[in-house]
């Protein structure tokens, strides 16, 4: 159930994070206002003159509260201990690891000198 939860909030997360530069890039800075006074088209608009300043900011606010929401719930969700395994391999023991094999002799029977190894 977890991986779910984390999966569906970072799902929200990245798309309220593409949704706020999406926002922000729309938006105009504050030098356009004065082309605004001087009828630069902006009364025309969809929301009014000061319509879509206004919706645009405050939905802007609201998707980075939501965007704020999902870090710390990923941060939360991330930082939970892993309770049982999910699956039969997580359940199986590891495997023993055995000792080191015996080095191998030499044609001669004496130990594992690397002089005895090469053939003769």
Not at 1 to 26: A, D, E, P, Q, R
Not at 76 to 101: H, K, T
Request: no cysteine.
């Amino acid at each position: 159930m977890g991986g779910y939860l984390f999966s569906i909030v970072l799902t929200v997360h990245v798309l309220v994070g593409v949704g706020v530069i999406g926002l922000v890039l729309l938006q105009h800075g504050k030098g356009a206002d004065a082309g605004a006074a001087f009828g630069s088209g902006a009364s025309g608009s969809l929301f009014g003159a000061s319509g879509s300043a206004n919706f645009l900011s405050r939905t802007t606010a609201a998707l980075a509260t939501v965007f704020f929401i999902t870090s710390l719930s990923l941060s939360y969700l991330g930082s939970r201990a892993v309770s049982a395994p999910s699956n039969v391999m997580e359940r199986a023991a590891p495997a023993p690891v055995d000792a080191a094999p015996a080095p191998a002799k030499g044609a001669s029977g004496e130990g594992d000198s690397k002089l005895n190894a090469i053939p003769k």
